[in-house]
Nanobody, 128 residues
Framework: QVQLAESGGGLVQAGGSLRLSCAAS????????VAWFRQAPGKEREFVQG????????YEADSVKGRFTISRENAKNSVFLQMNSLKPEDTAVYYC?????????????????????WGQGTQVTVSS
């Protein structure tokens, strides 16, 4: 069982930066692949970026390529999302999600249904 808690959201002007954190409980966090998703009002939840259990592989959505960076510190049971050059269209509730992964470099999925554990979300608002 893993419990996830996001933090770091807020209001920022376009072009600014935020760093989101996802803190996990549980001794086996290093065996989980983790991803960030986001959901804007009236839209479906979408994949943003994912990272393998050992941090050796990452995948990102085209919409955030070159602007967002995912990282993790397994010793601290934490995953981070550094968001730079923010745009108004990045406004959404951001969620971290985790799924068990037998693969050190794989396990990342773009599909929300593949993730077993979710945080409560943190609001990111980018003003123009």
């Amino acid at each position: 069982q893993v419990q996830l808690a996001e933090s770091g959201g807020g209001l920022v002007q376009a072009g600014g930066s935020l760093r989101l954190s996802c803190a996990a409980s549980g001794r086996t966090f290093s065996t989980y692949a983790v991803a960030w998703f986001r959901q804007a009002p009236g839209k479906e939840r979408e994949f943003v970026q994912g990272i393998s259990r050992n941090g050796g592989s990452t995948y990102e959505a085209d919409s955030v390529k070159g602007r967002f960076t995912i990282s993790r510190e397994n010793a601290k049971n934490s995953v981070f999302l550094q968001m730079n050059s923010l745009k108004p269209e990045d406004t959404a509730v951001y969620y971290c999600a985790a799924r068990p992964s037998p693969s050190y470099y794989g396990g990342i999925s773009y599909n929300t249904r593949d993730y077993d554990y979710w945080g409560q979300g943190t609001q990111v608002t980018v003003s123009s």
